[in-house]
């Protein structure tokens, strides 16, 4: 039995909504908890949908988070297939897309992000895709087997982590990118340039400063026409040009919203019962000193430790150092900290012909963010130089022939 | 259902059956074993699984592929008898197996 009747409310059921509601249990949240959660499935891991599950490396068992006994366990309850369609913030309470209403003390905005969607014609053709959750990873899997031609629309990670799946079983594949680089919004020329020329010897065709303006086919997909006239035969194409945060519910209540829900470094948003975390909060980041929104995992787990201990009125300040990883082919790329604003980039390791290197970002002379493709020494000690601004002579960072190991210890 | 015990940096030891076929991280995960984060879902890239084999499993858990080496190096304070446990597949042979968990993942 319950001790208590208080009432917590999370809203989404992905990695944000997992990590809070059993983070609430830890917290020794004694009354209920309602996740309400718009998906058909317990909440899964997203990453490994544009990596080994379409190869069919991982199997959908293996994606869940966690097993359903262990909501059951903790006595969290799951509304699945169900939306949250209104929030009252004088009554304190929800309507369920069911017509149900239900009451909060405590609300949690763990509502993420959605795909942008491309407005050109012919997108609602067969065989072409997003690829956001387990259903759209799953209609490309089918749509694989008996394809073999893909065209891909966005070089960005999603786009060339997919891409380098589809080499992988066989398929041709092209990739679109309408501005002049792939990853241009979020790294360096010379490590767009990295990616660029290992697809390219993968075997992927890459064309930058094109954009699609039409897909064409008859039902099925047939081909995409590019802005310079041309057209690439397909009968798979695949959208990824980013995604846009669902912000919607905070707006219509009236809570501070700006790309994202605003919240503060305990992930409370304007109103003291409502907490926001994951893909949809913009939090004040603590160690770049201004808001931010992240998309990844480590984001979404450790805000939402910091949501669930404000909603128990505990103080637990978020402020990790963000990171991402993105797979492809033999690449294991780990990127530590934000890279905006920065003045600078030096090198370690040969970028132009090896597939192995630092790409070091600098600000002021400062380091503010690494991107360290199979390099994972390198990784951790950026991550320690970042977080604790100490410095180590750039000559020596750019030194390949000085250990990382060396480095790390003259941090230490 | 093998037994695992998985024990904590401040010595809190937790005994937990874990299924064949699951991985020691997933054990810990699935019961709220602090100290294991698993980000990336046991697809060996985050190195938040990060754990020490006790000294007298050392032998029959056996060592990290080059892969898993690498992202190991990721890990805080890595050691001889470090694993991710994501990479630790339970079977019976490794019922009884003696987990040491890191001070932390970060
Ligand atoms: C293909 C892919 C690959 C990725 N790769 C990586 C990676 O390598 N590393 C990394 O760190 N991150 C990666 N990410 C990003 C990562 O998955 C996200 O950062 C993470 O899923 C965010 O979790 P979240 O819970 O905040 O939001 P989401 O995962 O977006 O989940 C929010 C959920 O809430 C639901 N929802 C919204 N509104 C309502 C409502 N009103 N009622 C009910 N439910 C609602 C949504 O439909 C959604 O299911 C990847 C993402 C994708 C799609
Ligand atoms: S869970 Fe990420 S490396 Fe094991």
Same mark, same amino acid.
């Not at chain 1, 058909?40 to 959908?60: C, E, I, M, N, V």
């Given at each position: 039995?319950?001790?208590?009747?208080?009432?917590?409310?999370?809203?989404?059921?992905?990695?944000?909504?997992?990590?809070?509601?059993?983070?609430?249990?830890?917290? &020794?949240?004694?009354?209920?908890?309602?996740?309400?959660?718009?998906?058909?499935?317990?909440?899964?891991? &997203?990453?490994?949908?544009?990596?080994?599950?379409?190869?069919?490396?991982?199997?959908?068992?293996?994606?869940?988070? &966690? @097993?359903?006994?262990?909501?059951?366990?903790?006595?969290?309850?799951? =509304?699945?297939?169900?939306?949250?369609?209104?929030?009252?913030?004088?009554?304190?309470?929800?309507?369920?897309?069911?017509?149900?209403? &239900?009451?909060?003390?405590?609300?949690? =905005?763990?509502?993420?992000?959605?795909?942008?969607?491309?407005?050109? @014609?012919?997108?609602?053709?067969?065989?072409?895709?997003?690829?956001?959750?387990l259903t759209d990873a799953e209609a490309?899997?089918?749509?694989?087997?008996?394809?073999?031609?893909?065209?891909?629309?966005?070089?960005?990670?999603?786009?060339?982590?997919?891409?380098?799946?589809?080499?992988?079983?066989?398929?041709?594949?092209?990739?679109?990118?309408?501005?002049?680089?792939?990853?241009?919004?979020?790294?360096?020329?010379?490590?767009?340039?990295?990616?660029?020329?290992?697809?390219?010897?993968?075997?992927?065709?890459?064309?930058?400063g094109v954009f699609a303006t039409e897909?064409?086919?008859?039902?099925?997909? #047939?081909?995409?026409?590019?802005?310079?006239?041309?057209?690439?035969?397909?009968? =798979?194409?695949?959208?990824?040009?980013?995604?846009?945060?669902?912000? #919607?519910?905070? #707006?219509?209540?009236?809570?501070?919203?700006?790309?994202?829900?605003?919240?503060?470094?305990?992930?409370?948003?304007?109103?003291?019962?409502?907490?926001?975390?994951?893909?949809?909060?913009?939090?004040?980041? =603590?160690?770049?000193?201004?808001?931010?929104?992240?998309?990844?995992?480590?984001?979404?787990?450790?805000?939402?430790?910091?949501?669930?201990?404000?909603?128990?009125?505990?103080?637990?300040?978020?402020?990790?150092?963000?990171?991402?990883?993105?797979?492809?082919?033999?690449?294991?790329?780990?990127?530590?900290?934000?890279?905006?604003?920065?003045?600078?980039?030096?090198?370690?390791?040969?970028?132009?012909?090896?597939?192995?290197?630092?790409?070091?970002?600098?600000?002021?002379?400062?380091?503010?963010?690494?991107?360290?493709?199979?390099?994972?020494?390198?990784?951790?000690?950026?991550?320690?130089?970042?977080?604790?601004?100490?410095?180590? @002579?750039?000559?020596?960072?750019?030194?390949?022939?000085?250990?990382?190991?060396?480095?790390?210890?003259?941090?230490? | 259902?093998?037994?695992?015990?998985?024990?904590?940096?401040?010595?809190?030891?937790?005994q937990i059956q874990v299924s064949n076929?699951?991985?020691?991280?997933?054990?810990?995960?699935?019961?709220?074993?602090?100290?294991?984060?698993?980000?990336?879902?046991?697809?060996?890239?985050?190195?938040?699984?990060?754990?020490?084999?006790?000294?007298?499993?050392?032998?029959?858990?056996?060592?990290?592929?080059?892969?898993?080496?690498?992202?190991?190096?990721?890990?805080?304070?890595?050691?001889?008898?470090?694993?991710?446990?994501?990479?630790?597949?339970?079977?019976?042979?490794?019922?009884?197996?003696?987990?040491?968990?890191?001070?932390?993942?970060?």
């Open positions: 039995m319950l001790k208590n009747t208080k009432q917590a409310i999370i809203i989404g059921g992905s990695h944000a909504a997992a990590q809070l509601s059993i983070s609430l249990r830890q917290e &020794r949240w004694e009354g209920e908890i309602l996740v309400v959660s718009d998906d058909s499935q317990f909440p899964y891991h &997203r990453p490994p949908l544009s990596k080994d599950y379409l190869s069919g490396d991982t199997s959908a068992e293996q994606l869940f988070i &966690r @097993p359903a006994s262990v909501y059951r366990d903790k006595q969290i309850e799951f =509304l699945l297939n169900t939306r949250v369609e209104k929030i009252d913030r004088i009554n304190k309470s929800v309507t369920l897309s069911n017509g149900e209403a &239900r009451q909060y003390d405590k609300l949690a =905005l763990c509502t993420g992000a959605r795909t942008r969607q491309l407005a050109i @014609p012919g997108v609602a053709l067969n065989g072409v895709h997003y690829l956001r959750d490309i899997k089918q749509a694989i087997q008996s394809n073999g031609k893909a065209v891909i629309i966005g070089g960005g990670y999603i786009g060339l982590e997919t891409a380098a799946l589809l080499r992988k079983i066989g398929i041709d594949v092209c990739v679109l990118e309408a501005m002049g680089r792939v990853l241009q919004r979020v790294t360096a020329e010379e490590v767009s340039a990295f990616y660029h020329r290992v697809h390219t010897e993968e075997g992927v065709e890459i064309k930058t897909i064409v086919g008859n039902d099925c997909v #047939e081909g995409v026409v590019c802005s310079n006239g041309e057209q690439i035969d397909a009968n =798979l194409v695949i959208i990824g040009v980013g995604v846009i945060p669902n912000t #919607e519910l905070a #707006e219509g209540i009236g809570l501070d919203v700006d790309d994202g829900v605003i919240v503060n470094e305990f992930a409370q948003t304007s109103d003291e019962h409502i907490v926001a975390s994951g893909d949809c909060a913009a939090h004040l980041n =603590l160690i770049y000193g201004r808001r931010i929104r992240l998309e990844s995992v480590p984001n979404a787990i450790e805000q939402s430790k910091t949501a669930a201990a404000s909603m128990c009125d505990r103080e637990k300040v978020y402020n990790a150092l963000p990171w991402f990883w993105s797979n492809q082919y033999d690449l294991r790329l780990q990127i530590a900290g934000l890279n905006q604003g920065f003045d600078r980039v030096v090198f370690r390791g040969d970028v132009e012909s090896s597939r192995s290197f630092v790409a070091w970002y600098l600000k002021q002379g400062s380091i503010v963010a690494a991107d360290c493709v199979n390099r994972p020494a390198e990784f951790i000690l950026a991550k320690k130089l970042i977080s604790s601004e100490k410095q180590l @002579p750039i000559a020596d960072l750019a030194n390949d022939s000085i250990d990382a190991k060396t480095l790390l210890l003259a941090l230490a | 259902m093998p037994l695992i015990k998985y024990v904590e940096h401040n010595g809190t030891e937790h076929g699951q991985s020691v991280m997933e054990g810990a995960i699935d019961n709220m074993v602090d100290g294991i984060a698993g980000e990336c879902g046991g697809s060996c890239s985050c190195a938040t699984c990060h754990c020490y084999v006790h000294e007298d499993w050392v032998a029959k858990v056996g060592g990290p592929n080059e892969i898993e080496e690498g992202v190991l190096e990721c890990a805080a304070d890595p050691r001889a008898n470090s694993r991710l446990s994501c990479q630790i597949t339970v079977t019976d042979e490794l019922d009884g197996l003696v987990i040491l968990l890191p001070e932390s993942q970060y």
